[in-house]
């Protein structure tokens, strides 16, 4: 009797723990539900640059119409046309393009009261977490692609301008139409916009269509955002200097005449090891403390020159483009 008991329970936990669904179950439903929750904040920009039609991808912030996108997808335009998930089209206003981030800002001409996606923070986003992108995948509008977040801070170099943004690396495949779409994280929220048009990568180059990609990180886009929406124009803190990466620190390569740099003393093969009260180890660390900081704020560079430890007080300037 007590054996059959046994064999009973042992019969009923195998039954039960089969009608649980498997880890992957649950995480393919999970991510399901994420996608079907954003997807009608997801839409598609086609604007006419120099002579040819192009799409590409951006999102709603808010329900009144604010709509986040790239900036090489309406370049020079003021007037765009934005494709509703339902596929209707509406006409919309460019209210201001930041081409420093290659981020810009939209506004939708309409009465309805549209869906829209929240911010979240890339900062708190643990690398290999799963990471979602939904965008116009060469025309393919609504396209979903699940990855995960490969890398933070890695420091890119625009094509256009040659401007260095920080990024975050997206380990899934992207492609034409892309940029300009939401990361969004577990939750649904926005932890990047993606950008296109880099001309490399920590040095390495940049393929149209990759295995991965690059996104403005929120923690830099929401700023970014919230100042074209308030002022039409996003600031940034402006050193100028080029540099590059060494085992010791950050190397000066360039410095801007009448730059800030230049106004401080910083000169050329000096050696940045410390912003303020964050040390500098890295290209990344210099780049991530410059889009933090504010124009016009006082701070204080520590250099290496010739074996010496030297602060330089530096009045940071501002740029915009």
Request: glycine share 10%; hydrophobic share 45%; charged share 20%.
């Amino acid at each position: 009797m007590r054996l059959s008991v046994l064999f009973s329970t042992a019969w009923l936990f195998t039954w039960a723990f089969a009608q649980q669904p498997s880890l992957l179950e649950r995480a393919g439903q999970e991510i399901s539900q994420v996608v079907e929750r954003a997807l009608p904040a997801v839409v598609t920009i086609e604007a006419r640059l120099s002579g040819r039609l192009t799409r590409s991808s951006g999102f709603l912030i808010d329900s009144s119409g604010w709509v986040v996108c790239s900036a090489e997808g309406v370049r020079t335009q003021t007037r765009v046309t934005v494709y509703l998930p339902d596929g209707e089209p509406v006409v919309a206003s460019v209210a201001g393009v930041d081409n420093i981030t290659g981020l810009a800002l939209l506004q939708v001409n309409t009465p309805l009261k549209l869906p829209a996606l929240s911010w979240g923070e890339s900062d708190r986003a643990p690398l290999g977490s799963t990471v979602i992108l939904i965008g116009n995948r060469s025309g393919l509008e609504g396209s979903v692609t699940v990855g995960t977040l490969g890398g933070k801070d890695r420091v890119g170099v625009r094509r256009d301008n040659q401007r260095v943004v920080l990024l975050l690396q997206f380990n899934g495949t992207v492609g034409s139409g892309e940029s300009g779409a939401p990361l969004l994280d577990s939750q649904g929220r926005v932890i990047g916009v993606m950008t296109g048009e880099l001309a490399s990568v920590e040095g390495a180059p940049v393929a149209s269509v990759a295995v991965f990609g690059f996104a403005v990180p929120s923690e830099i886009a929401r700023r970014v955002v919230n100042d074209l929406r308030t002022k039409g124009r996003a600031e940034h803190a402006w050193l100028g200097i080029d540099y590059q990466g060494l085992p010791t620190g950050v190397v000066v390569r360039r410095v801007a005449m009448n730059s800030p740099a230049q106004r401080a003393g910083i000169a050329v093969g000096d050696i940045v090891v410390q912003f303020d009260e964050k040390p500098i180890r890295t290209a990344a660390d210099l780049t991530r403390a410059l889009y933090f900081a504010q124009p016009n704020q006082r701070v204080a560079i520590t250099v290496l020159r010739e074996g010496q430890r030297i602060s330089l007080p530096v009045t940071l300037g501002a740029q915009s483009l």
